[in-house]
């Protein structure tokens, strides 16, 4: 199900952890925190003896600044972190990781609860002195530094079982969660079944909570569902699902028709965000089928080339029943969508372009990565990296920037730029191939998409021919995709981890904003940020059409495709030329030809007499952009604040306008924005 951002979720994690540790030990005092505000606030007031932090890779430089700011008010505090982002197996690693991180006192590796409590536990036997308990008393799942010696402490002998999860309380039901279900910013977050039973190098899923399927109590998810939506406030009532593989197992049917009953009498959810299995069975289509109004199904292989599939640890994977399940699901009315990852291991220029081509031919929306090296996962080892000869190089992480009070904060991604099958040039080309497949992705190209359809054809090919047609762009088109590639250059680190800075100051943050660091929106607004630009890629379009298809289609049907991207590009808005309201002129009978299915040629819906569309800005764009003008340096720049700061969620709704139904033409002459003149 559609995994893209809403809203962050509620902390879930440390709800498990804490629950279960309350429900053993109930004169426990314990708050839980989302924002490193209010906890940094708490513990001014009421300084702790412990902190115990969730570790992931968006929170980890994060982390350190929580902890020293939280370290001024009480020098002793204990610091405990848990969480996937730690790479148990590897002492090197962990030697490294806490020399870099002299005040963590402990981590905690997999799954949370009974370890947390062993913690807890000891720590009273000792008298709330850690420094006197012996480490030999210490679970599996501890790891420790000996600064003074530079050895890692760690007792493999006694490890901690995993959780029969029948036994372990709801955070929900025990009102824990409830802080948190209060706040409009946070959705709620439900895990029915832990556990993955692949092992995918670049994922550590299995790693921190194991490989083996445990199911919660159904009873429990079902209660839980109800109590969430009784009581979340989050307007946009999204719920997240945390299982690895929602769909795997036939009780799955149950828990997605309780979710329906509750969405039919409570109104929520009204989205749900979740993985579904890797290998779709004809329950995970009934589940799916279930879900439809409120999920799309994900069917994400992130490679289509069974040789990279092989090497990432996927070949259990079946890429053979991929398009019957697909097939399955759009005749049940099941919308699917797709990820595949740039980089991985065996994946090269033509590899990831034959995939991009087979997925969006298939009629999916394919949702493109890079590849992120995990600490944690099997794919960051020296024996992967060197097995499969991969260079990467850090970067900020486009969502992981921070301001919270006086802490400013921002995350490194560690991206894989070359492998034995991936040149740096590769990676740069896959980055333009995956600015100009979202472009045409956006609504806008609706027609010209449509258009294509029927002419067998579709937007990664003539992508991919785009770029091979370097010495036809025009001059835009062309400082358009050179800066892009240069900006995709410049924004690698390449130093050493060690050197990458861990301190932020307030100006940090400011300066890396203003660099645009989401690459691929920063493009599109680029694009839409002049008319010229969209003149000069329509004709070049008109041009370079004939050039790539005369030989594959006809030449009613490439009259066709051009109609269309004419029809498409009539809504695009153009932040110099940007009106309220304007009108359209159309020859075609468009709804019906849109919703024609098999797809028609658009010929066959030409009227008799043209029709007067009304297009629409969507509200709120006008005086947004205003402000964004304001606080932007450069014209392009604030149609990207325009995007990034007021319209961060809507996805590509800020480039085009609402098409009206046929309305009679208007004399009125049309509202100009001021920048019309920029
Ligand atoms: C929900 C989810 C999301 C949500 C919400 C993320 C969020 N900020 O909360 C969305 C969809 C937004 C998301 C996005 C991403 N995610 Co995500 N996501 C998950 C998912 C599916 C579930 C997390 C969850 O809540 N699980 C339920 C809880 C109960 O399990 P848990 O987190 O493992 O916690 C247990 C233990 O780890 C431990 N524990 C956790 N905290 C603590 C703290 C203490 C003190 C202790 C003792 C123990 C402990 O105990 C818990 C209970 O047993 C996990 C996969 C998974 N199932 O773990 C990936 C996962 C966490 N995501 C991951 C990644 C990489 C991402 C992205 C970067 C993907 C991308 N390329 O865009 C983005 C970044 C998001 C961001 N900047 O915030 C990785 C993290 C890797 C890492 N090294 O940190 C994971 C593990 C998946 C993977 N690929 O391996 N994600
Ligand atoms: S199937 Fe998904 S969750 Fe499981 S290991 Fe692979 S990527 Fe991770």
Known sequence: MNPRVYDQPLPLNVGYVAGYALDRMPDLKIRLFKHPGELIDAVTEDPPDVLALSHYMWNANLNLQVIRKCKQYNPDLLVVMGGPNFTDDDPEWISWFFQNRPQVDLYISGEGEESFFRFLKLLDESGCDWEKLNADRWPASFYGYDHDKEIVIHNPSDSVERLDLSMV?????????????????????????????YACTFCIWGQAVGSKLRQFNLDTVNQEIHYIAERAVNPTKVLYVADANFG???????????????????????????????????????????????????????????????????????IDKYDFIR?????????????????????????????????????????????????????????????????????????????????????????????????????????????????????????????????????????????????????????????????????????????LETEFTEKDIRDIKQREIKRVPSFMCRIFAKSANIQEIHSYLNDALTRFFSDRVSLENLE????????????????????K?????????????????????????????????????????????????????????????????????????????????????????????PAATA
């Open 327 to 499: 097939q399955e699901a759009a005749k049940r009315g099941i919308q699917t969508f797709c990820e595949l990852i740039y980089g991985l291991p065996g994946e090269s220029y033509k590899t990831f372009l034959k995939g991009l081509i087979d997925t969006t031919r298939s009629g999916q929306f394919v949702q493109m990565y890079e590849h992120h090296l995990l600490w944690g996962a099997e794919g960051s080892s020296k024996e992967h990296r060197e097995k499969h000869g991969i260079v990467t190089a850090f970067r900020v992480q486009p969502d992981g920037l921070g301001d919270y009070g006086d802490i400013h904060s921002f995350e490194y991604d560690e991206v894989v730029i070359g492998t034995n099958d991936m040149t740096l040039e590769d990676f740069l080309r896959i980055r333009c191939l995956h600015a100009l497949v979202a472009t045409f992705t956006v609504r806008l190209f609706v027609e010209f998409r449509h258009a294509l359809k029927y002419c067998d054809l579709d937007i990664a090919t003539l992508s991919g021919l785009i770029l091979e047609d370097e010495e036809n762009w025009p001059e835009r088109l062309s400082n358009l995709i050179a800066e892009f590639k240069q900006a995709c250059r410049d924004e690698l680190i390449t130093s050493d981890p060690d050197q």
């Open 581 to 673: 309201s304007r009108d359209m002129e159309c020859e075609y009978d468009l709804e019906s030809w849109l919703s024609s299915a098999p797809a028609r040629p658009l010929r066959e819906f030409h009227l008799d007499s043209s029709i007067t569309f009304r297009m629409d800005l969507r509200e709120g764009i006008w005086e947004a952009f205003e402000k964004a003008k304001e606080a932007g340096t450069s014209h392009e720049n604030a149609v990207y604040l325009l995007k990034d700061k007021f319209f961060p969620k809507s996805h590509d709704k800020i480039f085009y306008y609402i098409r009206r139904d046929s309305q009679p033409s208007t004399a009125a002459a049309p509202d100009r924005h």
């Open 560 to 579: 066709d495709i051009k109609a269309a991207l004419s029809i498409s590009l009539e809504r695009a808005v153009c932040y110099d030329d940007l009106c």
């Open 248 to 318: 795997m197992l036939p009780r799955d049917k149950e828990i997605a028709e309780a979710m329906m009953h509750s969405r039919d009498s409570k109104g929520f959810p009204l989205r749900l965000a979740a993985s579904t299995a890797k290998n779709p069975t004809p329950h995970t289509l009934d589940m799916a089928e279930t879900l439809s109004p409120i999920a799309t199904m994900s069917m994400s292989l992130q490679s289509m080339d069974k040789r990279v599939l092989e090497f990432v640890g996927r070949k259990n994977i079946r």
């Open 169 to 197: 309380p709801s955070p929900y039901l025990s009102g824990l969660l409830d802080p948190f279900l209060d706040q409009e910013n946070l959705s709620p977050i439900i895990e029915t079944n832990r556990g993955c039973p």
